[in-house]
Nanobody
Framework: QVRLEESGGGLVRPGGSLRLSCAASGSSLRGYTMGWNRQASGKEREFLASIGDFGKTTYADSVKGRFTISRDNTEKTVYLQMDDLKPEDTAVYYC?????????WGQGTQVTVSS
């Protein structure tokens, strides 16, 4: 079983940057895909980005070119670098891991983009 804890959220002005971290504990992450989703108030949870065991990345069109996902397998951590943030990026950001039918989610971290 993998437990996840996100950090790095907060309040940022439009155009600013934040770096989210998600630390995993429990089993090895070998073979797991790691990723980030977000959920804005009143909206469904939205996929943002994922990264495979060997570094292959996938991004949603809404964040492509602004967000960058990376992982450190030694530290069992996945990161989301967010640049050029917009008010519409305001949401609770969740990390997750997946392997086959197994998935685990973190509790989320709030990101607010406002002037």
């Amino acid at each position: 079983q993998v437990r996840l804890e996100e950090s790095g959220g907060g309040l940022v002005r439009p155009g600013g940057s934040l770096r989210l971290s998600c630390a995993a504990s429990g089993s090895s992450l070998r073979g797991y895909t790691m990723g980030w989703n977000r959920q804005a108030s009143g909206k469904e949870r939205e996929f943002l980005a994922s990264i495979g065991d060997f570094g292959k990345t996938t991004y949603a069109d809404s964040v492509k070119g602004r967000f960058t996902i990376s992982r450190d397998n030694t530290e069992k951590t996945v990161y989301l670098q967010m640049d050029d943030l917009k008010p519409e990026d305001t949401a609770v950001y969740y990390c997750h891991v997946r392997k086959g039918l197994y998935a685990s989610w973190g509790q989320g971290t709030q990101v607010t983009v406002s002037s």
